[in-house]
């Protein structure tokens, strides 16, 4: 049974995620302050994460930051700020997805599941060859999933990673930020053109020595990304 941990200090809002999750199966535990949530994330073996942002203590932008340092498991932001800055911040810290209140249950239950169904095929633990990807000093191990660049490792989160083996096994082909989105994220794009953005510019800002001259990841203007071959 895959755990989870709820962090929101609206406790009416939080009972009924729980409640909604549970009738799911799944494990669900909630924490109201944003420090002992960030604790209880660092400690415990939770699978996903679910943050609201305005926490006592800590903030869930502060949280997500930290869990990401050691953790890759699946983090859904949600939050009453509709500003697309917060989503954008969001995502930049490694969330992998942002829910605005108020939202169906419904749709973060669908959204649980699809994270998480996502993550478990990633991080299967049947043992495979290594599956590699090389490219112009690029390495990417896809059973590792790690990435090196010209021999240094460099930290990626699940869905940069997936992003990134995506389009390099795809090379010279310009994909749309709806056609990445919808096959990244297991969801069509509504609105989330910036979710593709926001992990582009972080897979740039670590594999590329000049990012306003991209040598992996090109810009189509007005289409979307090619990877370069």
Not at 73 to 101: E, H, Q
Not at 162 to 181: R, S
Request: aromatic share 8%.
């Amino acid at each position: 049974m895959s755990r989870i941990l709820i962090v929101e200090d609206e406790n009416a809002i939080a009972e009924l995620e729980k409640d909604y999750l549970e009738l799911s199966n799944f494990d669900v535990e909630i924490e109201s302050d944003g420090k002992n949530g960030l604790d209880r994330a660092l400690a415990g073996d939770y699978d996903l994460l679910i943050l609201d942002l305005m926490l006592p203590s800590m903030d869930g932008f502060d949280i997500c930051k930290e869990v990401r340092k050691v953790k890759d498991i699946p983090v859904i932001m949600v939050s009453a700020k509709k500003d697309d800055i917060d989503k954008i911040r969001g995502l930049g810290l490694g969330a992998d997805d942002y829910l605005t209140k108020p939202f169906s249950p419904s749709e973060l239950v669908a959204r649980v599941k699809a994270h998480l169904a996502r993550y478990e095929r990633l991080v299967g633990s049947s043992p495979v060859s290594n599956d590699i990807v090389e490219i112009r000093g690029l390495k990417i191990d896809k059973t590792a999933r790690r990435v090196y660049v010209d021999g240094e490792e460099k930290n990626f989160t699940t869905k940069e990673f997936d992003l990134l083996t995506f389009l390099a096994q795809n090379p010279n082909h310009v994909f749309t930020k709806e056609e990445l989105f919808k096959k990244i994220w297991d969801m069509e794009s509504v609105g989330d053109n910036a979710t593709v953005t926001v992990h582009i510019k972080k897979i740039r800002e670590k594999l590329e020595f000049d990012t306003s001259n991209p040598q992996y990841i090109e810009t189509i203007w007005g289409v979307g990304y090619r990877f370069k071959i």
